[in-house]
């Protein structure tokens, strides 16, 4: 997408700001005894955001996420997300240090393809929060199927990613609507455009699967034992069922899985238990 003239004038004077504020070196006195918990969607090239429609506010360049970790790398003390609830709990943040946590929302693919090379190259822990219905299938989340099929309706001879601002704010408001539906509603209307512009949403990969999830799992418990020098237990803390427990903990390097809502339906946390000792015992 092209930028127009008061859009470069305004990321102009951010950059400016935001140089001459780095200058004075006020955020290093300021960010004294405090956390700052960084939350990222989806870490991307600019190919990719000319083959697929992503919001604004919802990614950041490959190359500018990674001179941001080299930034919170050099000037914060960088901490997991549990460690920092240990801290918290036992009162042990130093009000003379700064502190980050990185995490990511969503599970992206691209997550793994260009955030996860970054953190092991620098040695950044981070906690990446799965959508666990997604993970390991093709399937895309609607506001990027809605994306995909208004692209899809617009008149032929714009290419992908050269769609003006009007546009881009066209598909937000649009996603900002539908977001007042319910999910039945929004799969019935997506299933509606489906045929009425007789294409499909394609059947690619836009999440993690559980082979890349093992893999940062490995890293993660890795870097912790390392850094830490103790045992460390890595539990899956996402939607758990008694569906995919099994699935979760057949995998070497995860250790337990943290259980939500399950552990209110009697039934079904009995079930997941007798699951989990079986596994347990099968070790």
């Known amino acids: 997408m092209k930028k127009t003239r008061p859009q470069l004038l305004k990321a102009g004077v951010r950059q400016l700001m935001a140089g001459m504020y780095y200058g004075t070196g006020r955020f290093k006195t300021r960010l004294r005894g405090r956390v700052v918990i960084l939350a990222y969607h989806r870490v991307l090239t600019q190919k990719d955001l000319a083959a697929h429609f992503v919001q604004p506010g919802m990614y950041v360049l490959a190359d500018v996420f990674e001179s941001q970790m080299r930034f919170v790398r050099e000037h914060f003390c960088l901490l997991s997300i549990g460690e920092l609830f240990q801290r918290w709990k036992s009162g042990g943040l130093d009000e003379r240090s700064r502190y980050c946590v990185i995490t990511f929302d969503d599970g992206w693919l691209d997550n793994y393809v260009y955030a996860y090379p970054v953190l092991r190259r620098l040695g950044i822990p981070a906690t990446i929060f799965l959508p666990t219905r997604f993970v390991g299938t093709d399937e895309w989340f609607w506001p990027d199927k809605l994306a995909y099929l208004l692209r899809c309706s617009r008149p032929n001879g714009t290419p992908p990613g050269a769609e ?120």
């Open 164 to 283: 003006g601002t009007e546009w881009i704010t066209h598909v937000e408001d649009v996603i900002a609507r539908w977001k007042r539906m319910t999910g039945a509603a929004i799969e019935t209307a997506l299933s509606e455009m489906s045929r009425t512009l007789g294409v499909s949403v394609p059947r690619e990969r836009a999440v993690v699967g559980w082979e890349e999830v093992a893999e940062m799992a490995r890293f993660i418990k890795q870097f912790l034992v390392t850094g830490y020098r103790s045992k460390v237990n890595v539990l899956y803390g996402g939607s758990t069922n008694q569906k995919n427990i099994g699935a979760f903990l057949q995998e070497s390097a995860i250790d337990g899985a943290l259980v939500g809502g399950a552990s209110l339906r009697p039934g079904e946390f009995r079930k997941m238990v007798r699951i989990a000792n079986s596994i347990h015992f099968k070790r």
